[in-house]
Protein backbone atom coordinates (compact mmCIF):
# COMPACT_ATOMS: atom_id res chain seq x y z
CA UNK A 1 0.00 0.00 0.00
CA UNK A 2 1.22 3.57 0.58
CA UNK A 3 3.95 4.62 1.99
CA UNK A 4 4.58 8.04 3.23
CA UNK A 5 8.51 9.43 4.68
CA UNK A 6 8.58 12.80 6.31
CA UNK A 7 12.29 14.87 6.45
CA UNK A 8 13.39 17.92 6.95
CA UNK A 9 12.20 19.17 10.58
CA UNK A 10 14.41 20.34 13.32
CA UNK A 11 15.36 22.99 15.15
CA UNK A 12 15.10 26.50 14.37
CA UNK A 13 15.13 30.05 15.36
CA UNK A 14 12.07 32.84 15.40
CA UNK A 15 11.55 34.44 11.86
CA UNK A 16 13.67 31.02 10.13
CA UNK A 17 12.72 28.64 7.11
CA UNK A 18 12.45 25.77 7.09
CA UNK A 19 11.56 23.08 4.05
CA UNK A 20 9.89 19.55 4.74
CA UNK A 21 9.72 16.34 2.50
CA UNK A 22 7.57 13.54 1.88
CA UNK A 23 8.12 10.75 -0.03
CA UNK A 24 5.45 8.68 -1.45
CA UNK A 25 6.09 5.31 -2.71
CA UNK A 26 3.33 1.96 -3.19
CA UNK A 27 1.30 3.53 -5.61
CA UNK A 28 1.00 6.04 -8.32
CA UNK A 29 1.66 9.29 -7.21
CA UNK A 30 0.15 11.70 -9.51
CA UNK A 31 -3.24 9.79 -8.54
CA UNK A 32 -3.32 11.37 -4.77
CA UNK A 33 -4.12 14.86 -4.04
CA UNK A 34 -1.79 15.28 -0.88
CA UNK A 35 -1.38 17.20 2.82
CA UNK A 36 -0.04 18.66 5.45
CA UNK A 37 -0.81 18.50 8.83
CA UNK A 38 0.17 19.29 12.16
CA UNK A 39 -0.26 18.09 16.13
CA UNK A 40 1.18 20.85 18.86
CA UNK A 41 1.75 19.45 22.38
CA UNK A 42 -1.76 19.02 24.01
CA UNK A 43 -3.65 20.02 20.88
CA UNK A 44 -6.01 17.74 18.34
CA UNK A 45 -4.10 17.54 14.86
CA UNK A 46 -4.80 20.25 12.53
CA UNK A 47 -4.92 20.73 8.72
CA UNK A 48 -1.84 23.20 6.92
CA UNK A 49 -2.28 22.58 3.76
CA UNK A 50 -2.76 20.75 0.31
CA UNK A 51 -1.93 20.35 -3.28
CA UNK A 52 -4.18 18.27 -5.97
CA UNK A 53 -2.71 15.85 -8.14
CA UNK A 54 -1.42 18.24 -10.37
CA UNK A 55 -0.42 20.48 -8.42
CA UNK A 56 -2.41 23.55 -9.69
CA UNK A 57 -4.57 24.19 -6.61
CA UNK A 58 -3.29 24.41 -2.94
CA UNK A 59 -5.02 25.93 0.18
CA UNK A 60 -3.80 26.91 3.27
CA UNK A 61 -4.73 27.05 7.19
CA UNK A 62 -5.09 30.55 8.02
CA UNK A 63 -2.61 30.16 10.62
CA UNK A 64 0.18 29.41 7.92
CA UNK A 65 -1.35 31.55 4.97
CA UNK A 66 1.15 33.96 2.93
CA UNK A 67 4.25 32.04 5.46
CA UNK A 68 4.05 28.57 3.84
CA UNK A 69 3.92 26.96 0.55
CA UNK A 70 2.81 23.22 -0.44
CA UNK A 71 3.76 22.00 -3.84
CA UNK A 72 4.70 18.74 -5.27
CA UNK A 73 7.25 17.24 -7.96
CA UNK A 74 5.29 13.99 -9.85
CA UNK A 75 8.48 13.03 -11.67
CA UNK A 76 9.79 12.78 -7.65
CA UNK A 77 6.94 11.36 -6.27
CA UNK A 78 7.36 14.17 -3.20
CA UNK A 79 5.78 16.82 -1.72
CA UNK A 80 7.59 19.58 0.17
CA UNK A 81 6.34 22.26 2.45
CA UNK A 82 8.35 25.19 2.63
CA UNK A 83 8.27 27.06 5.53
CA UNK A 84 9.02 30.78 6.10
CA UNK A 85 8.83 33.59 8.94
CA UNK A 86 8.46 30.50 11.38
CA UNK A 87 7.06 31.11 14.92
CA UNK A 88 7.02 29.29 17.81
CA UNK A 89 3.76 28.51 17.61
CA UNK A 90 4.64 26.45 14.45
CA UNK A 91 6.62 24.20 16.73
CA UNK A 92 4.64 20.43 16.24
CA UNK A 93 4.86 16.74 14.83
CA UNK A 94 4.24 17.83 11.16
CA UNK A 95 2.63 14.72 8.92
CA UNK A 96 2.44 14.31 5.43
CA UNK A 97 -1.01 12.59 4.39
CA UNK A 98 -2.53 11.73 0.97
CA UNK A 99 -5.66 10.49 -0.67
CA UNK A 100 -6.75 9.44 -4.33
CA UNK A 101 -10.68 11.83 -3.32
CA UNK A 102 -9.91 13.49 -0.24
CA UNK A 103 -9.78 17.34 -0.57
CA UNK A 104 -11.39 18.45 2.91
CA UNK A 105 -9.16 20.00 5.46
CA UNK A 106 -10.12 17.42 8.68
CA UNK A 107 -8.06 14.50 9.50
CA UNK A 108 -10.46 11.99 9.09
CA UNK A 109 -11.04 12.03 5.37
CA UNK A 110 -7.39 11.21 4.45
CA UNK A 111 -6.31 7.47 4.45
CA UNK A 112 -2.36 7.45 4.74
CA UNK A 113 -0.30 9.28 7.29
CA UNK A 114 3.30 9.31 7.80
CA UNK A 115 5.25 8.85 10.85
CA UNK A 116 5.61 12.62 11.27
CA UNK A 117 8.54 14.98 11.58
CA UNK A 118 9.28 17.35 14.33
CA UNK A 119 10.12 20.63 13.85
CA UNK A 120 10.68 22.84 17.10
CA UNK A 121 10.82 26.89 16.82
CA UNK A 122 12.79 28.90 19.48
CA UNK A 123 12.44 32.34 20.54
Known amino acids: QVQLVESGGGLVQAGGSLRLSCAFS????????MAWFRQAPGKEREFVAR????????AYADSVKGRFTISRDNAKNTVYLQMNSLKPEDTAVYYC????????????????WGQGTQVTVSS
Open 97 to 112: AADEIAVAPVVRVWDY
Open 51 to 58: VSRSGGNT
Open 26 to 33: GRTFSSYA
